[in-house]
């Protein structure tokens, strides 16, 4: 999905700059103890339920043979020991307060971090998975060197420096003056940064992310979705990465990860320099299968010329045969409504729309569920 705007009415370009990524560093052989070892290892951690409690979390080492990459938490019950590895770092915390994972940090100076790692089942290479999130990030900061995100993570299981993620994030538009969000992707090889990509400024406080793999290129696809997810899911790329050394569109990376390996996968919350309290930054609704999920995707060619007596646009884009294409407009980029629908025939579809005006801004969207 992609948003068009004429006539000077794009959306803002956003921040210029953020905080650079800061991922939590994660247990020292925390994967190889949780799948091989038959002992146990004990983690303190702040995790709240209905009651808010200070406890001890113990976490069960499983011999078991693991499935493939399926599974759903909708964070209403406490952690299962056996679907979830908690991690923590400085003053982070999780709450699962209003049926929600929610990040805590009663602390404004430093950096904090908490999460979870999928342990229900194996997340291998050699097979193609998926997983999503709903997010909500209320969060507002009043300087710079501010920052709140909660994410997703993809992790070379042996090597956790391999690393690529997708977070929704809330940062500080100088130029306005007001707190902004938005969502970013990043890849990194050995803890170097190869890639980082960034939509800036949405007009949204809560959305869904989703991690693609495909096992034949080797190669992870992140997508965000913005606003409520009552009427669906309306997926738009921002990056994939090839971790194979080739295959990815906007970076590319060898993670030097045999056939059948495992990749370590979760979500987190994290803030830097400012404090976080429960429903501010929030996930829900985690959801992994293999590729059942379906994308909202469109290819675009954009053709968007002006007709002779100057009231209509011309769109085109190249369309799949046989797939239905769903064209919404919106005044503001949050309400949507049908404005057509298109049939793809194998080639480039066209559309006329009316031309808007700054006094009356008009966008426009472009979906089709591609199974």
């Given at each position: 999905?992609?948003?068009?705007?004429?006539?000077?009415?794009?959306?803002?370009?956003?921040?210029?700059?953020?905080?650079?990524?800061?991922?939590?560093?994660?247990?020292?052989?925390?994967?190889?103890?949780?799948?091989?070892?038959?002992?146990?290892?004990?983690?303190?951690?702040?995790?709240?339920?209905?009651?808010?409690?200070?406890?001890?979390?113990?976490?069960?080492?499983?011999?078991?043979?693991?499935?493939?990459?399926t599974g759903s938490e909708n964070f209403s019950a406490p952690l299962r020991q056996d679907k979830w590895f908690p991690f923590v770092k400085g003053n982070g915390g999780i709450s699962l307060s209003n049926q929600r994972f929610n990040f805590i940090s009663p602390s404004s100076v430093g950096d904090h971090e908490a999460g979870l790692a999928w342990v229900n089942n194996l997340v291998r290479n050699s097979e193609d998975w998926e997983f999503q999130i709903d997010v909500g990030n209320t969060l507002s900061v009043s300087n710079s060197s501010r920052y709140g995100?909660?994410?997703?993570?993809?992790?070379?299981?042996?090597?956790?420096?391999?690393?690529?993620?997708?977070?929704?994030?809330?940062?500080?538009?100088?130029?306005?003056?007001?707190?902004?969000?938005?969502?970013?992707?990043?890849?990194?090889?050995?803890?170097?940064?190869?890639?980082?990509?960034?939509?800036?400024?949405?007009?949204?406080?809560?959305?869904?992310?989703?991690?693609?793999?495909?096992?034949?290129?080797?190669?992870?696809?992140?997508?965000?979705?913005?606003?409520?997810?009552?009427?669906?899911?309306?997926?738009?790329?921002?990056?994939?990465?090839?971790?194979?050394?080739?295959?990815?569109?906007?970076?590319?990376?060898?993670?030097?990860?045999?056939?059948?390996?495992?990749?370590?996968?979760?979500?987190?919350?994290?803030?830097?320099?400012?404090?976080?309290?429960?429903?501010?930054?929030?996930?829900?609704?985690?959801?992994?299968?293999?590729?059942?999920?379906?994308?909202?995707?469109?290819?675009?060619?954009?053709?968007?010329?002006?007709?002779?007596?100057?009231?209509?646009?011309?769109?085109?884009?190249?369309?799949?045969?046989?797939?239905?294409?769903?064209?919404?407009?919106?005044?503001?980029?949050?309400?949507?409504?049908?404005?057509?629908?298109?049939?793809?025939?194998?080639?480039?579809?066209?559309?006329?729309?009316?031309?808007?005006?700054?006094?009356?801004?008009?966008?426009?969207?472009?979906?089709?569920?591609?199974?």
């Amino acid at each position: 999905m992609h948003f068009l705007g004429f006539n000077g009415c794009q959306p803002n370009d956003g921040p210029k700059h953020r905080p650079a990524f800061r991922f939590l560093q994660l247990m020292n052989n925390r994967a190889k103890k949780q799948h091989s070892s038959s002992g146990a290892q004990f983690l303190g951690l702040r995790v709240f339920g209905g009651a808010s409690f200070f406890g001890v979390l113990f976490v069960a080492m499983i011999l078991a043979a693991k499935a493939q990459f399926t599974g759903s938490e909708n964070f209403s019950a406490p952690l299962r020991q056996d679907k979830w590895f908690p991690f923590v770092k400085g003053n982070g915390g999780i709450s699962l307060s209003n049926q929600r994972f929610n990040f805590i940090s009663p602390s404004s100076v430093g950096d904090h971090e908490a999460g979870l790692a999928w342990v229900n089942n194996l997340v291998r290479n050699s097979e193609d998975w998926e997983f999503q999130i709903d997010v909500g990030n209320t969060l507002s900061v009043s300087n710079s060197s501010r920052y709140g995100a909660v994410g997703i993570y993809v992790a070379n299981l042996n090597d956790e420096s391999d690393l690529a993620y997708l977070e929704f994030y809330s940062t500080y538009f100088d130029e306005q003056g007001r707190p902004v969000r938005g969502f970013t992707a990043g890849l990194k090889n050995n803890g170097a940064e190869l890639h980082e990509g960034d939509t800036f400024e949405l007009p949204f406080e809560i959305g869904a992310l989703r991690a693609k793999f495909d096992s034949s290129e080797r190669s992870l696809s992140f997508y965000f979705h913005t606003g409520s997810v009552a009427e669906g899911y309306f997926w738009q790329f921002l990056a994939k990465y090839g971790l194979d050394g080739s295959d990815g569109t906007e970076g590319n990376a060898n993670w030097s990860m045999p056939f059948n390996a495992e990749f370590d996968v979760g979500c987190y919350g994290a803030a830097v320099g400012t404090r976080s309290s429960i429903g501010q930054l929030t996930v829900d609704n985690f959801t992994a299968d293999g590729t059942t999920l379906g994308v909202h995707r469109v290819d675009f060619e954009m053709d968007a010329n002006v007709d002779a007596a100057g009231e209509l646009v011309d769109l085109s884009w190249f369309s799949f045969d046989g797939l239905d294409y769903v064209v919404q407009v919106s005044p503001d980029l949050k309400s949507w409504s049908n404005f057509a629908t298109v049939r793809g025939t194998g080639t480039y579809a066209g559309l006329k729309v009316p031309l808007n005006t700054p006094e009356c801004p008009a966008y426009y969207r472009i979906y089709s569920r591609i199974p």
